[in-house]
């Protein structure tokens, strides 16, 4: 993650969990490729706010999330918006361990062969703006992971972002804020410009960003994993694997070691 797109998290960070509440849908894809979560190894890479971690936990899985933005792992670490009560219904069997941690640097911070499973979603991947830099992620989940292990992503569908030219993703809004994102593309570059407008209902600010990010297709994705060791490849269409491909946004995605 460069400055800018560390500023673009700092900036929403406090409204994080509004913009991209928490999805259980995550939690029963994880559940349907693993299987049963109790004791096994998990690392969550890009957990900002920690909710997946924590449900993750929940089922007696033992989670270590890693971000590279320490204002969204504050909020994971203290839990906020957790009650007493529902914190401790939670956390019966296991507690998620955060740490600050960059995606390039897996085999450094890591054990070789520690996870079942490594899960990286909310189009965390594309903020690295070259495919070498994503070649070199890919081989350090390879190593992180167990043998047969499992790599489950999710990012962005940019086969049909980049076919339509879809240059505005539907509106997020709530009670408290609505969140506008824009794709502006230029000629001859794999780099889209993602611009975003956070309108905080309340106050009436608006907190403006732009940060850059890679519009990876599927063929260039599948192609890097199997260049990396993967094997098995599967693209789904949503976090309910029904199939890839046509007029969607999510890419889901799950391979083997």
């Known amino acids: 993650m460069n400055e800018k797109q560390n500023k673009f998290y700092t900036s929403i960070s406090e409204y994080y969990s509004n913009i991209f509440p928490y999805n259980p849908m995550q939690l029963q894809f994880v559940k ?125 569908n940019y086969d049909y972002i980049l076919d339509e030219q879809i240059s505005e993703l539907p509106l997020i809004e709530t009670v408290n804020i609505k969140f506008v994102r824009k794709y502006k593309f230029e000629k001859n570059s794999s780099l889209i410009k993602f611009q975003t407008d956070l309108h905080l209902k309340e106050s009436g600010q608006i907190v403006t960003n732009e940060t850059s990010l890679l519009a990876l297709k599927s063929k260039e994705l599948i192609d890097l994993l199997k260049n990396t060791g993967f094997k098995n490849v599967e693209l789904f269409s949503n976090f309910k694997r029904e199939k890839f491909g046509g007029r969607h946004l999510p890419l889901v995605l799950r391979c083997f070691k």
């Open 32 to 156: 349907n490729c693993v299987g049963n979560l109790s004791e096994k190894q998990i690392l969550d890479i890009g957990c900002a706010t920690g909710e997946l971690a924590f449900n993750l936990a929940s089922k007696n899985a033992n989670v270590i999330g890693v971000d590279l933005n320490e204002d969204l792992l504050k909020q994971a670490s203290g839990n906020s918006r957790l009650q007493p009560a529902e914190l401790n219904r939670k956390m019966k069997f296991a507690t998620p361990r955060f740490q600050i941690g960059d995606m390039l640097e897996l085999e450094t911070d890591f054990k070789p062969e520690q996870f079942d499973a490594v899960l990286c979603f909310g189009n965390t991947l594309v903020h690295l703006p070259t495919t070498l830099l994503i070649q070199q992620m890919l081989k350090g989940v390879n190593k992180v992971l167990k043998p047969g292990g499992l790599f489950l992503l999710q990012i962005l």
